[in-house]
């Protein structure tokens, strides 16, 4: 059984390697092999169903940040040696500033006509998603393989990619709770 006052190894506890590129059916098969071993139906004892239901809750955790793009990111960076979220706020040069213009346009958009700019604002998000997609598993791949001052700035480059990844999809959250905040237009 696993300690539950051990940090929370995601990779380790579900036997999958410390990558990025891991598919959603991977996660899931370790996951169930995990799960079947502590079914409560396989163990007698009491006290032992107690610590397995515990390690069952400590590998459901485990999927749920390994399924989750963004949260497997962030693991596997602190995992390399880079900071953590709280620990550096940075973004990536000129990104503040190009977020003001892209909320100033979402603004726009908004006040125009709702429906067709929430599709394309939309459409903007799954791009940028893409992109920090792509520029994340690129640089998590890169810092795996290399040491010191090289991989010190990989990751960091990571955690700015990881902030302005994050920063839009807060920017996303907070138009589907002004959307739905806002008064409808009754006929």
Same mark, same amino acid.
């Given at each position: ?7 929370? #190894? ?24 995990? +799960? ?49 979220? $709280?620990?550096?706020?940075? +973004? ?5 500033? $190009? ?33 920090? +997609?792509?520029? +994340?598993? @690129?640089?998590?791949? $890169? ?5 010191? #001052? ?6 960091? $480059?990571? @955690? ?9 999809? =807060? ?8 959307? =739905?905040?806002?008064? @409808?237009?009754?006929?």
């Amino acid at each position: 059984m696993t300690d539950p006052l051990e940090p929370l #190894d995601p990779f380790t506890l579900l036997g999958l390697p410390h990558k990025f590129d891991l598919s959603r059916a991977e996660i899931q098969a370790a996951h169930l092999r995990h +799960l079947a071993r502590l079914h409560p139906d396989r163990i007698a004892d009491p006290i032992e169903r107690i610590e397995a239901s515990m390690a069952a809750a400590r590998v459901n955790q485990a999927r749920a940040i390994l399924e989750n793009d963004e949260h497997r990111a962030n693991e596997l960076l602190v995992r390399l040696g880079g900071a953590e979220r $709280e620990e550096d706020r940075t +973004l990536p040069d000129g990104f503040l500033a $190009e977020m003001m213009e892209t909320r100033e346009r979402i603004e726009t958009l908004m006040q125009s006509d709702g429906g067709q700019a929430r599709t394309e604002i939309e459409g903007w998000a799954a791009a940028e998603r893409r992109g920090y +997609l792509e520029r +994340l598993r @690129r640089v998590l791949q $890169e810092a795996a393989g290399v040491e010191g #001052d090289r991989r010190t700035a990989l990751l960091a $480059e990571g @955690r700015q990619q990881l902030n302005a990844w994050r920063y839009i999809e =807060r920017l996303l959250e907070q138009l589907g709770d002004a959307e =739905r905040s806002s008064p @409808r237009e009754t006929p």
